[in-house]
């Protein structure tokens, strides 16, 4: 069975770098079937996606972070992280990491989840 | 970019159908796919390609398209289904959600 699972600290001070990473078990990362995302979730509020990465390193970030965002992998750890860099209040939220099937863009194994708060 | 409009609310009660709406130009020409959330849960996919259902997903949970509007139906809603539902979609290499809806099943 797949599993995912987010690390990191759950603090982060304003204007520093959140720097999340998510281990993959039960399957390997270097499948070309599949690619790696992340998505945030505010505290009550609604799903953001933050972006993805193929296991050959490809890219894509949601536009309105892409400045401050960096998604890399680690295929020799079965890993793939996310630093977000300059962070303020508003980047406070639960930070899941998830298996996106190619053929349908579908995002179809989550970790689940890791709050980050950012303050002083 | 672009924007996914959905209800924020819709309410049913037990064994009544359910139906949530996911408006947007972007839906003309991509797939959606939907997520159900529960509190404090990890979202599960219940609907990819508008309407093809992921395995161990009920059966009374089905998708559909229209245009610029695609619709999650859940037939004979149950007190389990109660939950946030998201859709989404994919297109230019950037994903969006929809704002969510809150399914009151009572």
């Known amino acids: 069975q797949l599993q995912l699972q987010e690390s990191g600290p759950g603090l982060v001070k304003p204007s520093e770098t959140l720097s999340l990473t998510c281990t993959v078990s039960?399957?390997?990362?270097?499948?070309?079937?599949?690619?790696w995302g992340w998505i945030r979730q505010p505290p009550g509020k609604g799903l953001e996606w933050i972006g993805s990465i193929y296991y050959s390193g490809s890219t894509y970030y949601n536009p309105s972070l892409k400045s401050r965002v960096t998604i890399s992998v680690d295929t020799s750890k079965n890993q793939f992280s996310l630093r977000l860099s300059s962070v303020t209040a508003a980047d406070t939220a639960v930070y899941y990491c998830a298996r996106v099937v190619v053929a349908a863009t579908s995002y179809d194994y989550w970790g689940q989840g890791t709050l980050v708060t950012v303050s002083s | 970019s672009y924007e996914l409009t959905q209800p924020s609310s819709v309410s049913v009660s037990p064994g009544q159908t359910a139906r949530i709406t996911c408006s947007g130009d972007v839906l003309a020409k991509k797939y959606a796919r939907w997520f159900q959330q529960k509190p404090g849960q990890a979202p599960v996919l219940v609907i990819y390609k508008d309407s093809e259902r992921p395995s161990g997903i009920p059966e009374r949970f089905s998708g559909s398209s229209s245009g610029t509007t695609v619709t999650l139906t859940i037939s004979g809603a149950q007190v389990e289904d109660e939950a946030d539902y998201y859709c989404?979609?994919?297109?230019?290499?950037?994903?969006?959600f929809g704002g969510g809806t809150k399914l009151t099943v009572l």
């Open positions: 989404y979609s994919a297109a230019d290499n950037n994903v969006v």
């Open positions: 039960g399957g390997s990362i270097s499948s070309s079937s599949y690619y």
